[in-house]
């Protein structure tokens, strides 16, 4: 088991590890990604419904100020950045809520479009829940996703993997994606079978934008190309969202992971 990091050995690590500080997410793709959020490409908007008129100039100054990238509107190619006070900060909020959902026993839903990166802490935070005696729910497993060329995830299926809700291609591999159309499906399902919805939503990409706009509390994990759920943040549906690189060696999220698993009360 790692041990929990102090605050500052947390912030020094994240920038060593690259998750937050100067990452590897190029510049050149979060202007893209801004700018077509901005459009309202369905691919980048999560399945949130943004009510701001958020131009790609908005975008940015948001990204600067939630997520830390380079405010410099002359920096459009190499690296950018990730704050990691910020990434700490959030940390904390979302351990706030995630330990009022276990101290409270509440229904909790985890998913995930990143089975590599991310999964390790939403995998983790499953088991404490579990343990903490908080009901994880599933549903809709095998639904199938359609064949909808703006979410470019034809011929996947849900999955619940360690509890963690995933899609998965044929061969039951996890697979990446940003479609907010399983979380909608698995969302159905529970009203369909008459059961409760979750009180918390732990997930990312379309996962969490879909169920915050549905007006469940969701607290989520976002890189420095994905506004979308820091746009939902700034509007008041997201609850809380994590910038950090969602996408590196899973091993190098344990020190964060421990480090929110603490604030939450569920280590050890």
């Not at 050149?28 to 980048?44: A, G, I, V, W």
């Not at 008129?53 to 939630?66: G, K, Q």
């Not at 459009?76 to 700490?88: A, H, L, N």
């Not at 969302?187 to 379309?206: F, K, R, T």
């Amino acid at each position: 088991m790692t041990d929990t990091p102090s605050r500052n050995a947390l912030l020094d690590y994240l920038v060593t590890s690259r998750i937050a500080g100067r990452v590897a997410t190029p510049r050149e793709n979060n202007l893209d990604h801004f700018r077509r959020m901005s459009k309202r490409q369905p691919l980048y908007l999560f399945g949130l419904r943004p009510t701001g008129p958020w131009t790609p100039a908005e975008v940015l100054a948001l990204m600067v100020d939630r997520c830390g990238v380079s405010p410099d509107v002359r920096h459009v190619r190499g690296d950018d950045t990730i704050d990691p006070e910020r990434t700490v900060e959030r940390l904390e909020a979302m351990a706030a809520l995630v330990r009022d959902a276990a101290r409270q026993q509440q229904r909790v839903l985890l998913a995930t479009g990143h089975p590599h990166g991310v999964m390790s802490i939403h995998r983790a935070l499953a088991q404490a829940l579990r343990t903490a005696g908080c009901p994880l729910l599933s549903a809709a497993a095998g639904w199938q996703h359609p064949d909808e060329p703006s979410y470019r995830s034809p011929h996947r299926s849900i999955r619940f993997l360690d509890d963690v809700a995933v899609l998965t291609d044929s061969s039951g591999r996890p697979k990446h994606t940003h479609s907010p159309l399983p979380m909608v499906a698995i969302l159905n399902a529970l009203e369909s079978a008459g059961e409760p919805l979750p009180e918390l939503v732990i997930g990312d990409h379309g996962w969490a934008g879909a169920a915050a706009q549905a007006g469940i509390a969701t607290v989520g994990f976002a890189d420095c190309n994905d506004p979308a759920l820091f746009v939902g943040e700034a509007e008041g549906r997201v609850r809380v969202c994590v910038p950090l690189d969602d996408n590196l060696d899973p091993g190098l999220y344990a020190p964060l992971t421990a480090y929110l698993l603490h604030h939450a009360g569920l280590a050890g």
